[in-house]
């Protein structure tokens, strides 16, 4: 653009000269002639110099503008083949998501089968053993026979008959043996096709999570829609006892039969409310809720100790509590989980709790469930929370990072009391200080709810 005005300045000083050289040979036109053919010659050299100028300005100009539109190509073709790459990305996990669905619906087709077929070679084995029994009595009563007998020479049809009953008794007990081996051949081939219909869910799962946190993650944060367990109602009527029943179990042998708040009183404790729970035939002590975060649950030891929340929404029993129930007997202990896509899971364990003189130490053993263990057994775990009897692995001090009271082992990955968090972004979400499940070899299972609940091991209630 400089070059350009540049030129259009030489051009008109050119032209004026030229304009004055005219006029000034109205004067002496004779005279002035050789020196204004000179005068024009310069001005030709001047506007040559200049146009010469301008085309070295605009050969750059068109060398730099070549280069940048090579960047710019270049830059393109880069965006192109990144994008190409992605899209062949995408399309391998849609068809790896779509042959893992196609291998769970077989399997679970094949584990029908199989379920089917042990029933019949159930009833078959049902029928088998029924006939020996009859053939043993039978046996019995030919033997007493014989020992009437055994005077008396038996004769040698009667010989055959026994020989032919004792070959006939043998060859069905070992068609017996045999059924039973194929029995436990199919028990043994259904627990397999469990554990490999468990596999591909978590790895569907994994996937379903994935396009959870592309797709539904992306825009504003939405309230619940739904709680993830029986809905309590927030007028519930608070049913009390005469303080006799030690927990909710004995409340529901001994008539109890609607879920609610009811008065407890275990052996040697002073009474207090506790929310019974009425499901598979008996009553659970809830001794923890999460629904909807509404309740801080980053308390301080004495809070945790004591108890906290409304028993008929989010709360935390207390350990004291809790201890004074489970000193009374063996205890299992249900801990369910819920996913923002409300899947259910559930796990449970045979476990103890110490008291306040340990810290309340809990210790585990897995039963059942249907989600990886999270939580170390066999293992002496302390309750802490921030500020005391705070265990330091490494530097770290667990309940301070984490929020929120836990028996913690080593900082690990699972806590149900700590932070709230609801998914919000395509981010990467702050897990340590969130409400999750985490096995120490597989996935976050990042939680809208939790409920953990005691039940005895008889199933009875206490003397």
């Known amino acids: 653009m400089k070059i350009i005005l540049a030129f259009l300045f030489i051009t008109s000083l050119a032209l004026s000269a030229t304009a004055e050289k005219d006029y000034s040979s109205l004067d002496s036109a004779p005279s002035l002639e050789t020196k204004s053919r000179f005068a024009m010659l310069d001005?030709?050299?001047?506007?040559?110099?200049?146009?010469?100028?301008l085309g070295h300005?605009?050969?750059?100009?068109?060398?730099?503008?070549?280069?940048?539109?090579?960047?710019?190509?270049?830059?393109?073709?880069?965006?192109?083949?990144?994008f190409y790459e992605l899209s062949l990305q995408t399309s391998e996990i849609k068809e790896e998501e779509e042959q893992l669905r196609q291998t769970t619906a077989r399997l679970q087709i094949n584990n029908e089968e199989i379920k089917n077929l042990s029933q019949e070679m159930n009833s078959k084995i049902e029928d088998l053993i029924q006939n020996k029994i009859q053939l043993q009595e039978k046996v019995w009563g030919l033997e007493d026979k014989v020992t009437k007998l055994a005077i008396v020479q038996p004769s040698v049809q009667e010989t055959k008959d026994i020989s032919s009953l004792k070959a006939f008794v043998e060859q069905q007990d070992n068609h017996i043996k045999q059924l039973l081996r194929i029995v436990e051949d199919q028990h043994a081939q259904l627990d397999r096709q469990h554990n490999q219909i468990m596999e591909l869910e978590d790895k569907l799962n994994h996937i379903e999570l994935q396009e959870l946190a592309e797709d539904s993650f992306t825009g504003e944060q939405t309230e619940p829609e739904a709680s993830p367990f029986p809905v309590r109602n927030a007028t519930a009527v608070t049913y009390t006892s005469d303080g006799a029943a030690p927990d909710c179990t004995a409340l529901y042998n001994s008539g109890m039969h609607s879920s609610g708040v009811y008065t407890i009183k275990p052996n040697g404790s002073e009474a207090f409310d506790v929310y019974c729970e009425m499901k598979f035939g008996s009553s659970w002590t809830v001794i923890q809720n999460r629904v909807d975060g509404s309740l801080d649950f980053n308390q301080t030891w004495d809070a945790y100790t004591n108890g906290f929340g409304d028993l008929n929404e989010e709360f935390w029993l207390g350990l004291n509590k809790t201890y004074s129930i489970t000193k009374q007997g063996?205890?299992?202990?249900?801990?369910?989980?819920?996913?923002w896509k409300y899947n259910k899971r559930y796990i449970e364990y045979a476990f103890s709790l110490g008291g306040p003189e340990t810290d309340y130490t809990l210790q585990?053993?897995?039963?059942?469930?249907?989600?990886?263990n999270a939580l170390p057994e066999l293992t002496e775990l302390r309750f802490s929370t921030a500020g005391h009897h705070?265990?330091?692995?490494?530097?770290?001090?667990?309940?301070?990072?984490?929020l929120g009271g836990w028996w913690h082992s080593e900082c690990e990955?699972?806590?149900?009391?700590?932070?709230?968090?609801?998914?919000?972004?395509?981010?990467?979400?702050?897990?340590?200080?969130?409400?999750?499940?985490?096995?120490?070899?597989?996935?976050?299972?990042?939680?809208?709810?939790?409920?953990?609940?005691?039940?005895?091991?008889?199933?009875?209630?206490?003397?």
Not at 330 to 339: A, G, K
Not at 393 to 401: A, M, Q
């Open 390 to 402: 705070v265990d330091i692995i490494n530097d770290f001090n667990c309940p301070e990072n984490y």
């Open 57 to 82: 300005g605009l050969k750059d100009f068109v060398h730099k503008t070549k280069g940048q539109m090579n960047d710019i190509f270049q830059k393109l073709y880069i965006f192109d083949r990144s």
């Open 413 to 463: 990955e699972t806590n149900l009391n700590g932070k709230y968090v609801a998914p919000r972004s395509r981010g990467r979400l702050d897990r340590r200080k969130g409400l999750y499940w985490k096995p120490k070899k597989g996935r976050y299972y990042l939680l809208k709810s939790t409920k953990i609940m005691i039940h005895p091991t008889d199933l009875k209630s206490f003397d």
């Open 330 to 339: 063996d205890y299992i202990l249900r801990i369910e989980l819920q996913d």
């Open 364 to 372: 585990l053993s897995r039963i059942s469930g249907s989600i990886p």
């Open 43 to 53: 001005d030709v050299r001047i506007l040559a110099n200049g146009l010469l100028q």
